[in-house]
């Protein structure tokens, strides 16, 4: 069941129900979809689906791939390629067959090499850029060449893409869709369903357009197939995971984070947040950004105990502001003054509220040292859940 109703324009305290725009009408078509999410491509909330995707760059329409014609390829700085495929669902052949389309497209660009990725690129903008590198760096001035060509290489290599079927209302058996994927799929990617349903005002016929990732009442928005970096082979056995596993953003932490502190200290850092989990039902959030963070939040995703930046610095966002919206900061202030005690730190309120956090000699600190008090870190946790949940019932 979608969890969404039309939406409304309030206009000097008139309100207007917009009308939703039937699929069945002919006010607009895929290539009008196409060339809207091209030109505008922050219209398309892939941060939700996948952070590590965020600020993507189109680079071009109608890529020429051996399986037909990619709708829309988009890279951001970092060298993640997001494949978009356009789709009205009026038609339910055109339903059937996206699925599979979007699967071979992206294992056709997999067995490509940064080149020829760049040349079929190029070719598809049909303008005179030299080459990819001078399309990125128009957005993003300081990046090194060197270092994206690598990484887009890498993601090739990996199959590490994120593919997006966009419909302008997403219909159909599910179930079914899934079983296709089970089926079909043999890349390390990210497959995520997004709706652009249009709307239309009333007063001056001005469409408007509504973007969300699919609601759905199974886990069934992502799914993540893993795989080895050996050659793709059409017919090889596949190991699949369903959404509870980690993403491509969270893979891509990890390994920054591992180069950051070590491979066992990573390791013990996953085993702390999965205890946290199954202990205290903290949700490992990632968050959005130019680098990447994993945050410690209550189930509510209301309280945030702690940033882990990918260089295993650990910051803290929010808690006093949000324990203070319930009646009582010194919850929030007593949480990170404990922590100091703790980690021999200081607690540090110098900027706004949101930024209190603990630091040492003016500095953050690193993961290595919380995890050498990660008994007492569950403890101060669990206590300042009991205060919270205690207060909010009589909130």
Same mark, same amino acid.
């Given at each position: 069941?979608?969890?969404?109703?039309?939406?409304?324009?309030?206009?000097?305290?008139?309100?207007?129900?917009?009308?939703?725009?039937?699929?069945?009408?002919?006010?607009?078509?895929?290539?009008?979809?196409?060339?809207?999410?091209?030109?505008?491509?922050?219209?398309?909330?892939?941060?939700?689906?996948?952070?590590?995707? /965020?600020?993507?760059?189109?680079?071009?329409?109608?890529?020429?791939?051996?399986?037909?014609?990619?709708?829309?390829?988009?890279?951001?700085?970092?060298?993640?390629?997001?494949?978009?495929?356009?789709?009205?669902?009026?038609?339910?052949?055109?339903?059937?067959?996206?699925? /599979?389309?979007?699967?071979?497209?992206?294992?056709?660009?997999?067995?490509?090499?940064?080149?020829?990725?760049?040349?079929?690129?190029?070719?598809?903008?049909?303008?005179?850029?030299?080459?990819?590198?001078?399309?990125?760096?128009?957005?993003?001035?300081?990046?090194?060449?060197?270092?994206? +060509?690598?990484?887009?290489?890498?993601?090739?290599?990996?199959?590490?893409?994120?593919?997006?079927?966009?419909?302008?209302?997403?219909?159909?058996?599910?179930?079914?869709?899934?079983?296709?994927?089970?089926?079909?799929?043999?890349?390390?990617?990210?497959?995520?369903?997004?709706?652009?349903?249009?709307?239309?005002?009333?007063?001056?016929?001005?469409?408007?357009?509504?973007?969300?990732?699919?609601?759905?009442?199974?886990?069934?928005?992502?799914?993540?197939?893993?795989?080895?970096?050996?050659? +793709?082979?059409?017919?090889?056995?596949?190991?699949?995971?369903?959404?509870?596993?980690?993403?491509?953003?969270?893979?891509?932490?990890?390994?920054?984070?591992?180069?950051?502190?070590?491979?066992?200290?990573?390791?013990?850092?996953?085993?702390?947040?999965?205890?946290?989990?199954?202990?205290?039902?903290?949700?490992?959030?990632?968050?959005?950004?130019?680098?990447?963070?994993?945050?410690?939040?209550?189930?509510?995703?209301?309280?945030?105990?702690?940033?882990?930046?990918?260089?295993?610095?650990?910051?803290?966002? /929010?808690?006093?502001?949000?324990?203070?919206?319930?009646?009582?900061?010194?919850? /929030?202030?007593?949480?990170?003054?404990?922590?100091?005690?703790?980690?021999?730190?200081?607690?540090?309120?110098?900027?706004?509220?949101?930024?209190?956090?603990?630091?040492?000699?003016?500095?953050?600190?690193?993961?290595?040292?919380?995890?050498?008090?990660?008994?007492?870190?569950?403890?101060?946790?669990?206590?300042?859940?009991?205060?919270?949940?205690?207060?909010?019932?009589?909130?």
């Amino acid at each position: 069941m979608k969890q969404y109703t039309s939406p409304v324009i309030i206009n000097n305290n008139e309100i207007l129900t917009l009308e939703k725009v039937l699929l069945e009408s002919k006010l607009y078509n895929e290539k009008w979809i196409q060339n809207i999410c091209f030109e505008t491509p922050n219209l398309l909330p892939v941060e939700e689906l996948e952070p590590t995707f /965020g600020g993507m760059i189109p680079i071009c329409k109608e890529l020429s791939t051996p399986s037909g014609y990619v709708d829309l390829i988009y890279i951001n700085e970092y060298g993640f390629i997001t494949i978009g495929e356009c789709k009205l669902w009026r038609n339910p052949e055109a339903r059937r067959k996206v699925v /599979g389309q979007v699967l071979d497209y992206a294992k056709d660009i997999a067995r490509w090499d940064y080149t020829k990725f760049e040349r079929e690129c190029l070719k598809a903008r049909k303008e005179t850029n030299n080459n990819l590198f001078e399309i990125i760096q128009e957005f993003y001035p300081e990046i090194d060449e060197s270092t994206f +060509i690598d990484r887009v290489q890498n993601n090739l290599k990996k199959g590490r893409f994120l593919l997006t079927i966009i419909g302008d209302g997403i219909r159909g058996n599910m179930e079914e869709l899934v079983n296709y994927i089970h089926r079909n799929g043999n890349l390390n990617f990210t497959l995520g369903l997004i709706e652009l349903p249009v709307y239309k005002n009333p007063i001056n016929n001005d469409l408007i357009i509504t973007p969300r990732i699919l609601a759905k009442t199974k886990e069934i928005e992502r799914i993540i197939y893993r795989f080895s970096d050996k050659e +793709i082979e059409e017919n090889k056995s596949i190991e699949h995971e369903k959404v509870e596993s980690k993403s491509i953003s969270e893979k891509v932490f990890f390994e920054r984070l591992q180069k950051s502190i070590g491979e066992e200290k990573s390791n013990i850092f996953k085993d702390f947040v999965e205890s946290l989990s199954s202990e205290l039902n903290i949700i490992p959030k990632l968050g959005r950004g130019k680098r990447l963070s994993l945050n410690l939040k209550s189930s509510n995703d209301t309280y945030n105990f702690a940033s882990i930046q990918e260089d295993g610095e650990v910051w803290f966002y /929010g808690i006093v502001n949000k324990t203070e919206e319930i009646g009582d900061k010194q919850i /929030g202030i007593d949480y990170l003054k404990a922590i100091a005690r703790t980690v021999d730190g200081d607690f540090t309120d110098q900027y706004k509220q949101w930024s209190w956090c603990v630091k040492k000699n003016g500095k953050y600190i690193n993961i290595s040292d919380y995890l050498a008090i990660q008994k007492e870190w569950k403890e101060i946790i669990s206590k300042t859940l009991d205060r919270i949940n205690e207060l909010e019932e009589n909130f």
